[in-house]
């Protein structure tokens, strides 16, 4: 069987991203393999024959995803399927966990200036984030991570994609000259 097909087989078979490492078990093979070199090829082949989907790394595993032209389609196609919903202060509490981790729930709460318990607890419960260990300060507080799925939600194959604060600032600067 063709290597490259196997591959794209295992990626297309599960909603969820598919890490290098399981691939490389199914297959089973003796020497080693480029992964990211066949996953360009197969993504070039896509392009080639003008598919609406490509093969993207995500969360740190590859994912079928598709292109953003064809988002529209998908959404109609979708309309009664509820997307996940978070607040003002989700957001706000999971952004900040995103971009000091690893923190404490006092650091958040001390960015924030409320209480974020349920919060915190709310996002762990959704699997958004995870504790870490403990910090060595006085009390031995929880330190608070991101978890892949979280990277999975946002499209994000690690968190140093995640935008500057700069490019959030022109986002917002651009989205509020437009209303």
Excluded: C, W
Excluded at 23 to 43: F, G, Q, R
Excluded at 72 to 89: M, N, T
Aim: charged share 25%; hydrophobic share 35%.
């Amino acid at each position: 069987m063709n290597l490259k097909n196997i591959i794209e087989v295992l990626i297309h078979s599960t909603p969820n991203p598919v890490f290098s490492k399981e691939i490389i078990s199914v297959l089973e093979e003796d020497h080693i393999i480029n992964l990211p070199e066949i996953i360009n090829e197969i993504n070039k082949e896509y392009a080639k024959l003008d598919k609406g989907y490509r093969i993207e790394k995500i969360g740190g595993g590859y994912q079928l995803l598709s292109l953003s032209d064809y988002h529209p389609y998908i959404e109609k196609l979708q309309k009664g399927v509820k997307k996940p919903r978070f607040s003002k202060a989700a957001i706000e509490t999971l952004s900040i966990i995103a971009y000091k981790q690893p923190l404490t729930r006092g650091e958040v709460e001390h960015i924030r200036g409320v209480d974020s318990s349920g919060i915190i607890k709310n996002l762990l419960e959704k699997g958004l984030v995870s504790i870490k260990g403990r910090d060595g300060g006085l009390g031995k507080a929880l330190l608070y991570i991101t978890t892949p799925i979280f990277l999975e939600l946002f499209g994000l194959d690690t968190l140093a994609d995640l935008p500057t604060l700069e490019e959030l600032s022109q986002l917002l600067n651009e989205e509020r000259n437009s209303i």
